[in-house]
């Protein structure tokens, strides 16, 4: 991959034809260190937010081991690039072949599950050739909560409701002899409270079942820091998990778990785009929808911006933006603020897209092409330099 200081020079160098991904290994490093030096547990990076090798590489390069992965074919990248990784298939709804290739081929030992049918599943898909039952399963059971802290919800789809709960965990506890609670408060938790009202329907859970808890899972939903989404320092976030980790009515030596996607990468990458045609406040741009800009089309999404040209003088106007396909929906609405000379030909960069931007691209309509080249400049935002914590968290301690 070539090398450039930022986004400018790399316009001014290459004037690129197609969009280009800028990632920026030192962000995702410095993302990694915190939260294996300050989360109170074991920090999983969950694979699907973006699943690049050579992220997984520097994520492992600075002590990430674990890794939530949801796919066969997660499994068999993640296994492929970091033979030593411990690999933990955190869907709740698999198929038998792929959580037979996961176990016995790829040596994936933790599963999660949120239903019976799941767990039976599990329990004839790791059975050896003579029919005998695994005996090191690691089972860790999905429970539904609120998603309403979140930008985006989790809640629908998965987790069994607190009625199943006792009943699953005594039932799972037959078959393995680490079991644990997972639950996911939904991505973009914009408050540390989001955590406290899920541990304490694991509370209410584990209560009602009373069988031995081995780990408790908190899952992702960590923030990043996106225009008009500002979080509380994550050290809010991780000093709250503690406290009512320790008040968990669990076993002396559990294991406190969390597996972010979007906080270990959000700042890893930002997108350079060239405007192909201007028409009013409306900029034709050469990503989009079916790019690395699917969460601004599809769910509103604010992603910051900047201009790249220096002869852009004009104070700042809203613009929207249509992407490359000839889709209608291929639209983000922003709005997303440039200089009001900015026209056809210019280029511009997207901020914050290394979570479930740089990995949602498809080729779509024959505009999936995007180079990508390293820089070394400071993301657009960041939580992580040192410019967010707050003096009077007892906790803090400056990682620059
Ligand atoms: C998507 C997902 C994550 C990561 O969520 P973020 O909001 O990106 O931190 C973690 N765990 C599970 C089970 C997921 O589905």
């Given amino acids: 991959m070539q090398h450039f200081p930022d986004a400018q020079a790399v316009v001014r160098a290459l004037r690129p034809e197609e969009p280009v991904i800028l990632n920026r290994p030192h962000a995702a490093a410095r993302a990694a260190r915190f939260f294996v030096e300050k989360f109170p547990g074991r920090a999983l990076y969950a694979v699907k937010a973006n699943p690049s090798p050579e992220l997984l590489q520097i ?158 899972d908190v899952g992702g939903g960590f923030p990043s820091v996106y225009p008009g989404m500002e979080p509380p320092p994550l050290e809010d976030y991780f000093k709250i998990i503690h406290q009512h980790f320790y008040a968990l009515p669990i076993a002396y030596n559990a294991e406190l778990w969390c597996e972010p996607g979007r906080a270990l990468c959000a700042e890893y990458s930002s997108l350079v785009v060239k405007v192909e045609k201007r028409r009013g406040e409306e900029l034709y741009i050469n990503d989009g929808a079916y790019g690395a800009l699917f969460d601004a089309a599809h769910v509103d999404w604010k992603f910051p911006v900047r201009a790249l040209e220096d002869d852009l003088i004009k104070p700042g106007m809203d613009f929207a933006f249509y992407g490359p396909t000839c889709d209608d929906a ?61 003096p009077e968290a007892d906790n803090v301690v400056s990682l620059r």
């Avoid at 033979?83 to 016995?104: D, N, W």
């Avoid at 239903?115 to 399963?137: F, H, M, P, Q, Y």
């Avoid at 644990?180 to 955590?195: E, I, L, N, R």
Wanted: with cysteine.
């Fill in 59 to 216: 994520l492992w390069d600075n002590g990430v081991t674990h890794y939530d992965v949801a796919s066969i074919a997660e499994v068999r990248l993640v296994r492929a690039t970091l033979p030593q990784a411990t690999l933990c298939f955190m869907h709740p709804v698999k198929s038998p072949g792929a959580i037979r290739e996961a176990y016995h081929r790829h040596g994936v030992k933790t599963f999660s599950l949120d239903s019976v049918e799941e767990l039976e599943k599990i329990v004839v898909a790791c059975r050896d050739e003579e029919g005998n039952a695994a005996t090191d399963l690691r089972l860790c059971i999905r429970l539904r909560v609120s998603s309403e802290h979140a930008a985006l919800s989790l809640a629908a789809k998965f987790g069994c409701d607190l009625t199943e709960a006792p009943a699953l965990l005594q039932q799972t506890r037959q078959h393995c002899d680490w079991l644990g609670v997972c639950f996911h408060v939904g991505s973009q938790a914009m408050s540390p409270f989001a955590y406290v009202q899920a541990i304490d329907r694991v509370r209410a859970a584990i209560a009602e079942a009373s069988v031995v808890i081995d780990m408790i």
């Fill in 330 to 390: 291929d639209y983000m609405p922003g709005p997303f603020a440039l200089p009001e000379d900015i026209q056809a030909g210019d280029y511009i960069e997207i901020g914050m897209l290394g979570a479930y931007g740089a990995a949602m691209k498809t080729d779509f309509n024959g505009f999936g092409a995007a180079e990508r080249i390293i820089v070394t400049d400071e993301p657009m935002a960041s939580l992580y330099d040192g410019s967010r914590t707050r």
